[in-house]
């Protein structure tokens, strides 16, 4: 997308090191991911747990799930392997906010040894609020929220559960509180300068429509930028709930939609456009996938 010049110097910073805020740095900066993350406290239905978590990473894949300590072995030894390794994402497999303990021991191992690396978190919100000053406290530089609807009703149609202090709710009374917590998250977040990215889902005939209204929303509480991703609907991925034979869009209904949220208002928007759906447990460059040299046996136990 075309971005508007960024004023702060702070937020500037930000933006420039990180491959998935901005299209330059993506050639000269690596992230990886490490799943630590293994459960979730929603159901979106296209999701199929066997997988990462679909709101984050490329549909059917499933990465090997760590413990922090195993992370942090990973991290060192891929950043002393690949020199432009600079963020460190927690994006699963399942929510990392749903999963506190081993998501936050992470951050806190990395930050202690490599303080140079930047921290990156992807969450689908619910218990955001909650966390916002601990993750304002590790010097999180960067979060991503799933965010799919604003309206209830259109989230009924997206997600059969949510799993809510301790109580599980359905229906519409779900989606409000999920849509709730993950704006006044958001809104959270952006007050303290961390630099938010919202994902959105695009689902045909279902919140495609609706996207126009959550990018405009997530724009007004100060998000980054709006990355709308396809939903990716295989048969081998399988559907747990409710959107069996539910398609996803082509590239060209992809771009006309990322357009038009980009357009609308004539406030612009910044829409990334160079997101490649990365897994749970990606190495690398953006367009580039090194996971596989770095498997469990070549960290595992190193310090
Ligand atoms: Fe699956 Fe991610 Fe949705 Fe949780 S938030 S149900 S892991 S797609
Ligand atoms: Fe960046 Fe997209 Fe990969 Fe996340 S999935 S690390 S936003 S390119």
Redesign the pocket.
Known sequence: GTSAPVQDPEIAEKIANHPCYSAEAHQYYARMHVAVAPG?????N??N?KF?????SRPGVTSTLLTPEDALAKVKLVASEIKQMSVLGIA????PLANPKPTFRTMELVARDCPDIKLCLST?GLRLPEFVDRIADLNVDHVTI?INMIDPEVGERIYPWVAWRGKRYTGREASKILSEQQLAGLAALTERKILCKVNSVMIPGINDEHLVEVSRTVKGLGAFLHNVMPLVSAPEHGTVFGLTGQRGPTPQELKALQDRCEQDDGAEMNMMRHCRQCRADAVGLLGEDRGDEFLPETFQGRE
Do not use: H, L, S, V
């Open positions: 979730c406290n929603i159901q979106c296209f999701c747990r990462d978590c679909a709101n984050e699963g497999p399942g929510d689908n799933t």
